[in-house]
């Protein structure tokens, strides 16, 4: 399959898995009606993908599907464009939370992801403080911020691995050796930006920190994240890796 194939065949899958909130691909012989009452009983816009076997490119289509997701058989089930596995795995999804509670998760999900952006926006705007000629207190120099930025970016990116470690303990569909040895990488280079010196240190980090957001964009049907939570960590990304380019640019 060539590489112009993987990319048309990538973007028909993230569009129709996209096209309702509960979307599944399946054979033509796949029975979904215990799906299809599950979905209409939670509320939930289904849609169903056909891939008949008979035609050479929805089978070309199907075996990208599994590189994507990592599962060899159908159906599988997305939902709002995230793989979740298959027909059982949707029906035991939240099974006995309401709905309510999944929500109120959400909010405290979003709430202390976005208060983790605090410290990151102190420290650049100590070093611009600093960098347009004001006086700070005692202790509060260059290298205090500097510092700060470092160690608490090394902690988050180290963090963000350590995700894929806890999902894939979790029994996360579809991760595997890979995804465990990918998921060291944050950390390593946490810990080699702090034995750098400043600037080469924060330029590590704001590498780390965007290359790790478009690993996670790559295997993202495998991760199977909600949509919300893939913006969520889509703009985190990008606004710490902003802000550390701020402080790197404000260092004298």
Known sequence: MSEHDQAEHESAIREAARSARVVAFCSNLTETGLLQRAAEQRGEPYREIRMGMADAAMRERFQYLKTLTGQTTLPQVFVEGQFIGGIEDYLKR???????????ARRWVEILAYAGLLPFLAGALGLLLLAAGITLPVG??????????LAYGAVILS???ATHWGMGLAGGRGLGKGDFLAAVLPALLAW??????????????IAGFVLWW????RISARLAYAGWYQAVRRNLSWTVAGLLLLSLLFIQ
Do not use: A, K
Not at 94 to 104: F, K, L
Not at 214 to 217: D, G, S
């Open 214 to 217: 478009l690993y996670e964009y």
């Open 192 to 205: 080699l930006s702090l034995l750098l010196p400043s600037s080469p240190g924060l330029m590590l980090l």
């Open 94 to 104: 939240d099974e006995g939370q309401p709905y309510g509670e999944v929500n109120h």
């Open 159 to 161: 963090f963000l691995g």
């Open 140 to 149: 509060l120099g260059e290298g205090f911020f500097i510092q700060w930025q």
